[in-house]
């Protein structure tokens, strides 16, 4: 006995395929989107965080020559009136001294939500390109004067907040996904009215013609828009 499809083995297969497709085409877009706001939002705070190294450095570097006893207080006020932006978590001023030592010598933190943490002189040669971190970024510059190295200005830039733009995206990408799912779905089911069931009326009608043996039985008509015909 010849094998007949069933009907909703069809109609599973349809819905299966557009929405695996749907799927695919979803997340590989939505991926693509992602990787570039995130590369995109990495460059942008590591140029800003370079830019603001330079200006805090540049500023910093009268506080460092002075012989004022007052001078490291008179420099965290400083660096206090200069940061205008979120972005930055804390700054390190080092100073180098004749011998060739560096020690701590000022500082700035956002607020009490960033307490001090211990200073980075051990890994000024390291942080001297940008570093990324789970949460935030961390960069070394030196404070100079012409060919003279007074010190080292430490900068602590967050990722917080792209970090919390992704998270929207992403929120933003999962609806927009079960939108596109329940639209593939009544499309699989449109295309399926319109093309599979008479094609499954056709092949039901053979099923019962084969298995009755009655082969005086007729087809039922089909559209012909079904059916291409060619002229010859």
Request: proline content about 3%; hydrophobic content about 45%.
């Amino acid at each position: 006995m010849p094998h007949i499809t069933n009907p909703i083995s069809l109609h599973s297969r349809l819905v299966k395929s557009i929405m695996a497709l749907t799927l695919l085409i979803i997340i590989t877009l939505s991926m693509s989107i992602i990787n570039i706001v995130d590369e995109q939002g990495n460059k942008t705070i590591a140029s800003e965080t370079h830019a603001w190294a330079n200006i805090l450095a540049q500023n910093s570097s009268q506080f460092l020559k002075s012989d004022n006893d007052n001078s490291q207080s008179a420099l965290s006020s400083e660096l206090k009136k200069l940061i205008s932006t979120p972005l930055i978590n804390r700054i390190h001023i080092y100073r180098l001294n004749e011998d060739g030592s560096i020690e701590y010598f000022s500082s700035y933190n956002k607020n009490l939500n960033f307490p001090a943490v211990s200073d980075k002189i051990a890994q000024i040669p390291q942080l001297s390109t940008i570093q990324f971190e789970e949460n935030h970024l961390e960069l070394i510059v030196k404070i100079t004067q012409g060919q003279h190295v007074l010190g080292y200005l430490y900068i602590q830039s967050s990722l917080v907040e792209k970090q919390h733009f992704i998270k929207k995206l992403i929120y933003i990408m999962l609806s927009f996904l079960l939108f596109a799912l329940i639209l593939a779905f009544n499309v699989s089911q449109w295309l399926f009215n319109k093309t599979d069931q008479p094609i499954v009326k056709l092949i039901e009608d053979i099923g019962q013609i084969s298995q009755s043996k009655n082969y005086t039985l007729e087809l039922a008509v089909q559209p012909l828009s079904l059916i291409h015909i060619s002229e010859p």
